[in-house]
């Protein structure tokens, strides 16, 4: 009964991981959703499960995954932008 308890706060912790990991690949912007969610089903959990080790720990990974992910994309956008523009000189 008890690990039922806990559901939430397991596939939050999932979805975070993943999330991280996603966010330093090119699909960098399918980590920042999944971070979010995660981060959002975390606020969930804890209102529901109450207090514990898993849940304290997805939202943590959430909340790194969610900053990392905004990084990742921010940076990879300007880079492109900044490939394009020496393209453009270029021609």
Do not use: D, H, Y
Request: with cysteine; glycine share 8%; aromatic share 4%.
């Amino acid at each position: 009964m008890e690990e039922q308890k806990k559901t939430l706060s397991l596939i939050a912790l999932i979805l975070a991981i993943v999330g991280i990991v996603l966010c330093f690949t090119p699909l960098g912007i399918v980590g920042l959703v999944l971070a979010v969610v995660a981060f959002i089903l975390a606020i969930v959990a804890k209102k529901k499960e109450g207090k514990n080790g898993m849940n304290k720990a997805a939202f943590i990974i959430a909340l790194i995954g969610v900053i990392l992910a905004i990084i990742v994309v921010v940076v990879f956008t300007l880079v492109l932008g900044m490939m394009g523009a020496a393209i453009m000189a270029l021609a």
